[in-house]
C-alpha cells in the first residue's frame, strides 16, 4: 500500500506553503476592492476595472508564460513571483500611510500582482506532477490541495472580514505580504528534480501552437477549456456585482460580506473532500455534468430572492453554497483529467492555455459584472448573468467530457458507455 503524500516531504512543503499563501490571498480578495470603494471613492465601473487588471495578464501572458516554464525551473520561477507578489501588496499599505495611495497606483499594483500570479499559476500546476510523478496519483494531490483551498475560503473571507473591519483594508494588506514570504521559504527547501522540456531551442511561437494543438486537438481538454470560460465568467461577474450590491445598496459591513463568503465557501470543503468518494462510486463524466450545472445554476437564486436585507443575505449565501460545492467537486475532476491526458513535456503549455481560458473568463466577468451593474443597476445586471449561465447547462451535457467512465490516461481510449 502507497504511503499518503501527506507523508511525501517535497509535496508536504509545497502544500504547506501554498496553504499560508491561499490564506493570505483571501485577505487581498476583499480588502482591494473595499480599499479602492471605502478609501478611494471608486465607483461601479472602476471595481470591475480593478478587478479586470488583476486577471487581464492571464488573457495576454499565460501562454507566453507556459512556453517558457517548459524550458526552465518551475520551482525557481514561483519564487521570483511569490517575491515581486510580497513586495507589490506590501507597498500598499505603505503608500496608504504616508497618504500617497491612489486609485492609479492601485490598479497599477494589482496589475503588477496579477502579472507574478500568472508567473506562478502556470509554474505549480505544472510542478506539482514533477513532485508527485505518479499519474495514479494525481487526483490525491489534487484532492488535497483542493481541499486546502476550500478550507481557506471556508475561514479566510470571515477572518478577513474582522481583520479589514478592525485595522481597515489597506493596512490589512501586510497579513497577505507575510504570506507570501513563508510561500518563498518553503518553496526553498524543496528539493525534488525536475524534468524540463527538451533542451532543443524551437521558436516560442511553435511551441506556443504545440500548446493550443494539444488543448484544442482533444475534444475533451477542449470542452474542458471553453466550459471553464464561461464557469469562471459567471462566478467572477456575479462575485464582483454581489460585492457591489452588498457593500453600497445594502451597506453590509466587510465583516459581514466576509461572513457571507466563508459560510458559502463550507460547500467547496465539501465538495473537495467528497469528490474521490463521489468519482469512485459514479461515473467521472457525470459527476462532472451535475458539479458544474451547480456552478453555472447556482447563481439564479440571487436575483430571485425577495424580502428583508437578512432574507437577502440568506439566500447569497446559499447561491454560493450552491455554486462552490459544485466547484469543489468539479476542480478536482478537470486538473486530474487535464494531468492524466497530457505529458510531461506539454505540462506548461497545457496549464498555460487552461490558465489564459479560465483567468481570462473571470478577467472577462469582472469587467462586466462592474460595467453591467452601473448600466442595469446590480440587481437586473446578476439576473441577466444568472440566466445565461443557466443556457450554458444543455450545451455542456452534449460534450464528450459527460461519457467518460473514468480518470483518462495519455495514450488510452476513453471509456464511455457506448465502449
Known amino acids: 500500500m502507497k504511503q499518503s503524500l501527506s507523508a511525501h516531504r517535497d509535496f508536504r512543503l509545497f502544500w504547506t506553503g501554498e496553504t499560508v499563501s491561499l490564506l493570505g490571498a483571501q485577505v487581498s480578495t476583499l480588502a482591494l476592492p473595499l480599499t479602492a470603494i471605502e478609501v478611494l471613492g471608486a465607483d461601479d465601473g472602476e471595481v470591475g476595472v480593478l478587478r479586470f487588471v488583476q486577471l487581464a495578464p492571464y488573457l495576454f501572458l499565460a501562454l507566453v508564460f507556459g512556453v517558457w516554464v517548459d ?101 490589512a494588506l501586510a497579513v497577505d505580504a507575510v504570506s507570501y514570504l513563508v510561500s518563498v521559504l518553503t ?82 470543503l465539501v465538495g473537495a473532500l467528497l469528490s474521490g468518494w463521489v468519482t469512485r462510486r459514479f461515473r467521472v463524466g457525470k459527476v462532472y455534468l451535475v458539479a458544474q450545472s451547480a456552478v453555472l445554476l447556482g447563481p439564479l437564486i440571487i436575483p430571485v430572492a425577495e ?41 506548461g503549455r497545457m496549464t498555460s492555455v487552461f490558465r489564459t481560458l479560465l483567468f481570462g473568463g473571470g478577467a472577462l466577468g469582472g469587467l462586466l459584472g462592474g460595467l453591467l451593474s452601473a448600466a442595469l443597476g446590480s440587481r437586473s445586471a446578476l439576473l441577466v448573468v444568472a440566466l445565461v449561465s443557466a443556457a450554458i447547462v444543455p450545451v455542456m451535457a452534449r460534450t464528450p467530457i459527460v461519457r467518460l467512465a473514468t480518470y483518462p490516461r495519455l495514450g488510452e481510449a476513453v471509456r464511455s458507455p457506448a465502449s
Open 71 to 171: 524550458r526552465v525551473s518551475r520551482r525557481r520561477v514561483m519564487i521570483g513571483a511569490n517575491l515581486v507578489r510580497l513586495i507589490s501588496v506590501a507597498a500598499l499599505p505603505v503608500l496608504y500611510a504616508f497618504g500617497l495611495l491612489t486609485l492609479p497606483a492601485l490598479l497599477v499594483l494589482a496589475a503588477v500582482i496579477g502579472l507574478a500570479s500568472v508567473m506562478f499559476d502556470v509554474s505549480w500546476m505544472s510542478f506539482v506532477p514533477s513532485i508527485v510523478r505518479d499519474p495514479a496519483r494525481y487526483p490525491e494531490a489534487t484532492a488535497k490541495l483542493s481541499a486546502t483551498s476550500s478550507a481557506t475560503d471556508v475561514v479566510g473571507p470571515g477572518a478577513a472580514g474582522l481583520l479589514v473591519s478592525a485595522v481597515g483594508a489597506p493596512i
Open 187 to 268: 518553496l526553498s527547501r524543496i528539493r525534488v528534480p525536475e524534468r524540463h522540456a527538451s533542451t532543443e531551442r524551437r521558436r516560442a511561437v511553435e511551441e506556443l501552437r504545440e500548446g493550443l494543438r494539444w488543448v484544442f486537438g482533444n475534444p475533451i481538454l477542449r470542452a474542458l477549456a471553453l466550459i471553464g470560460f464561461c464557469c469562471n465568467l459567471s462566478m467572477v461577474s456575479t462575485w464582483t456585482m454581489f460585492l457591489i450590491y452588498g457593500s453600497t445598496d445594502l451597506g453590509l459591513p466587510p465583516a459581514v460580506l466576509g461572513a457571507v463568503f466563508s459560510a458559502a465557501s463550507v460547500g467547496g
Open 307 to 347: 424580502g428583508s436585507r437578512v432574507v437577502i443575505v440568506a439566500a447569497v449565501t446559499l447561491s454560493f453554497l450552491v455554486t462552490y460545492l459544485g466547484l469543489g467537486v468539479a476542480n478536482v475532476v478537470i486538473v486530474s483529467t487535464r494531468q492524466g491526458l497530457t505529458s510531461q513535456r506539454m505540462m
